[in-house]
């Protein structure tokens, strides 16, 4: 479940921070970028701190596009999908049974026998005998009416027929090239995905390698070992830069993603000093029938950072109950994913897994 929601997040993330996914709004989130590294990799030997910190940004503004594009890209895969299948829909056809071919054969052989009864009476002079020639006349008039309609209606149908499969022809083409458009759409996403896990681990290393360039010189060897007027970026064990983890987050008010009980609003502050993280957690729930009836969840936690991603603390709730609290990067540098457990309470919700952003 972590790693689809991680996989979902660089869309629905994207669609709530900027509130669209057209073109126009990853291409916004493109200038954004390229404004936030302006002169960073010329500088990157010279700033320092500086320029460390416009890594971060860059870091983030780079994130932000490829989850904005992705939006972009799989949202209009959707509408081609959308499309391919209105266009396999089957056509509505001319039902020919509507008039079968009996009622033709019927009215063409009875229009052939009033004809030759009309012709062997045609110079009787009986007057009963010719008004009912002119009886017959009437009903040869209708038959022939009768006729032509049926011609009429047999060409229209095998023309509508000829016409419906041309447009199943041209609807099965174009479905094709939806299908298509759609894998190629598929395809982009998934190049894009391992490009923003690159630009992330450059800005990473960038980040580290400025930090080293302008660390002050190591005193001689045979003087006492002075104190670094820099400390490094990230002065723990933990694979990923600090900043991953430290700092003020929040559950967003829309598209915000979870597993498990839903929060209304989360708020997390986490601290670090030389490698121990400590923090607190606020939260509120909304609340399901049938299950706990307390939708608010506070804690204090704390721990040393270790050698993984995902870093894993010991809580206090407020009322006394103890847990375990997870921290995990998310996709992007300003998203961490929140997975909590406590021991069982009657009425408190005791687990929680969500995404938050940094404030």
């Keep these: 479940m972590k790693k689809l929601l991680r996989i979902a997040l660089l869309i629905c993330f994207a669609a709530g921070l900027i509130g669209q996914t057209g073109r126009d709004a990853y291409r916004q989130a493109y200038d954004v970028w390229q404004q936030a590294q302006t002169n960073l990799e010329r500088d990157a030997g010279t700033g320092g701190p ?5 890594a971060d940004r860059s870091a983030a503004a780079a994130a932000s596009f490829q989850a904005t594009r992705m939006a972009y890209l799989k949202s209009s895969a959707q509408e081609a999908a959308q499309r391919r299948q209105l266009l396999q829909k089957a056509a509505i056809r001319s039902a020919p049974d509507l008039m079968p071919p009996a009622v033709a054969g019927f009215a063409a052989a009875e229009l052939q026998s009033v004809t030759r009864a009309i012709a062997k009476f045609a110079d009787d002079k009986d007057r009963a005998i010719q008004q009912l020639r002119q009886s017959m006349e009437r009903e040869r008039a209708a038959l022939a009416a009768l006729r032509d309609t049926i011609q009429t209606r047999q060409k229209a149908v095998a023309a509508t027929s000829e016409a419906t499969a041309a447009l199943d022809q041209s609807r099965a083409k174009a479905a094709q090239a939806y299908i298509g458009q759609t894998s190629q759409f598929s395809e982009t996403v998934a190049q894009m995905e391992k490009e923003a896990a690159a630009w992330a681990n450059y800005y990473d290393q960038l980040a580290e390698a400025i930090q080293g360039a302008n660390a002050p010189a190591l005193p001689p060897s045979n003087t006492p070992t002075a ?23 929040t559950y967003p008010r829309v598209n915000g993603i979870f597993h498990g009980a839903q929060p209304e609003n989360v708020e997390l502050e986490v601290h670090e000093m030389s490698g121990h993280i400590d923090g607190i957690m606020e939260a509120r729930f909304k609340l399901s029938p049938g299950g706990a009836t307390d939708p608010l969840v506070q804690f204090k936690f704390s721990g040393d950072i270790t050698a993984t991603p995902t870093q894993k603390f010991t809580l206090m709730t407020t009322d006394g109950t103890p847990g375990v609290l997870e921290l995990i990067p998310g996709p992007a540098f300003n998203l961490l994913e929140v997975n909590f457990q406590t021991d069982p309470k009657a009425n408190k919700i005791r687990s929680g897994n969500f995404i938050l952003v940094k404030k």
Excluded: E, F, H, K
Aim: proline share 14%.
């Design 50 to 54: 500086t320029q460390v910190a416009q």
């Design 227 to 249: 104190v670094s007027a820099a400390p490094p970026r990230n002065t723990s064990i933990s694979p990923v830069p600090l900043v991953r983890y430290i700092g003020d987050w």
